[in-house]
């Protein structure tokens, strides 16, 4: 029986894809094989041996220490693209919302009594006069499942729309519309853009990027959206960009107490993925790799190590995840050889400074093999399925 722990709300769409004879849901993390989280703040918690994989049914992996599950050997996966399409509509609503001031507008008529409404309607409508989209141009810093999907919806509403990512995938480039200019760098996006949207995760390299230099660049009045993370944004530039209205509206949802009653601010509970869809898709997703882990050892979409899939061969298989280093398939192969182990079908792939095995053998294999092969030097985790 596979132990599984939730950290969040999982759908249960995605919880029904483990079945109830193999699968059962813990209340303990101490006896976990795996871990399934949403937003949860994994960085304070201390894993149990037991866990072997996390599952992030989502796209950003921040909440998640992965460079010190990787050296346990844990392989952290996430759902690349389930849930871009909500996260899409909402900055198409955020746009819409900020354009036509439609925040400022709702929160004046609930404020009306019964007293004169129609009159004063009419009278103080030309308070929230807005602009179209249609010919404004929109800039997207990130060109992945989301900026894209962002990207070509504003031109299919009539937007000029610019966009920056130094490294899009050749799938990400397909997908956009040839009529997305491509920004020589972050500058001239921020330049020319009346709205920029923020789809990148938050890595140190994107940490504050947008700031005072950026601030200097922008159009009077822009609108910035962050469906990012809070840290794409450093807060003393947009606080200035705020006050003196050079940002003429932060839309965000990821809201800071100091600001989310600021008149220029739209600050939204971090509703991006928050669609029934979406939480199935991304759910889904992420219990179907996770089980085909556990069970066949394949990884698909993990961010820590490498995609790696093999049909199974024969009678047992054997999963080694070590450092990506030279002589590492030489040591594994010759202990097996050594056991007079003989491999039918193996596998080998690697990921930055993770690599993965899948080794398929014929003979039966003894857990002294396993200690062994968990004695190399650079091995990360070794597990029998
Ligand atoms: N508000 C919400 O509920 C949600 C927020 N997110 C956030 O959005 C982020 C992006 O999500 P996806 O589009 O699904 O991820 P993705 O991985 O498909 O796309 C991210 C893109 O950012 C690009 N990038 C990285 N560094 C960059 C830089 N310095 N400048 C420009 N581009 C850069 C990458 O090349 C990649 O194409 C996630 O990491 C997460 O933080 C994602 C889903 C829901
Ligand atoms: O997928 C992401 O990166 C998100 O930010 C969505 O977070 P959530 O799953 O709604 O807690």
Redesign the pocket.
């Given at each position: 029986m596979y132990k599984i722990k939730t950290l969040n709300n999982i759908s249960a769409s995605g919880l029904s894809r483990l079945p109830s004879e193999r699968y059962e849901i813990v209340d303990e993390l101490e006896q976990a094989d795996a871990v399934l989280v949403r937003s949860a703040d994994m960085h304070p918690i201390e894993l149990p041996k037991s866990v072997i994989a996390v599952g992030r049914a989502?796209?950003?992996t921040?909440n998640i220490p992965v460079a010190k599950l990787s050296k346990q050997g844990v392989v952290v996966f996430n759902a690349?693209?389930a849930?871009?399409n909500?996260?899409k509509e909402l900055v198409l609503a955020s746009m819409l919302i900020s354009a036509r001031n439609l925040h400022d507008a709702l929160s004046f008529v609930s404020g009306l009594t019964a007293d004169h409404m129609e009159e004063t309607i009419e009278a103080q409508k030309k308070r929230f006069v807005g602009n179209e989209l249609s010919g404004r141009t929109l800039g997207v810093?990130?060109?992945?499942?989301?900026?894209v999907r962002v990207a070509n919806a504003a031109r299919a509403l009539g937007m000029r729309v610019i966009g920056?990512?130094?490294?899009?995938?050749v799938e990400?480039a397909w997908a956009l519309s040839s009529d997305v200019i491509k920004a020589s760098g972050?500058n001239e996006l921020f330049a020319s853009s009346d709205f920029i949207s923020f789809?990148?995760?938050?890595?140190e390299?994107?940490r504050g990027?947008f700031n005072t230099a950026a601030l200097s660049v922008v159009k009077s009045g822009v609108t910035l959206m962050n469906?990012?993370?809070d840290g794409i944004i450093d807060p003393e530039a947009l606080k200035q960009g705020l006050n003196d209205g050079r940002i003429g509206r932060y839309v965000s949802?990821f809201p800071k107490a100091d600001l989310i009653k600021h008149p220029r601010v739209i600050a939204l509970p971090?509703?991006?993925?928050?669609t029934h869809e979406a939480e199935e898709n991304c759910a889904v997703m992420v219990a179907d790799q996770v089980r085909d882990y556990l069970e066949n050892g394949n990884i698909a979409n993990s961010v820590n190590f490498p995609s790696t899939r093999m049909a199974r061969g024969a009678r047992s298989r054997i999963c080694v995840a070590n450092l990506n280093k030279p002589n590492m398939i030489g040591q594994l192969t010759h202990v097996l050889g050594v056991h007079g182990i003989n491999i039918a079908q193996m596998h080998n792939a690697s990921k930055g400074e993770n690599a993965y095995n899948l080794v398929d053998v014929d003979d039966e294999v003894g857990i002294e093999l396993l200690t062994e092969l968990r004695g190399i030097d650079g091995v990360l985790s070794v597990r029998l399925v």
């Open positions: 989502g796209a950003g921040n690349p693209g849930n871009a909500a996260v810093v990130g060109l992945g499942a989301i900026g920056f990512d130094p490294h899009m995938t990400g972050l789809h990148v995760p938050l890595l390299g994107t990027l469906f990012s993370r949802d971090h509703l991006g993925a928050s």
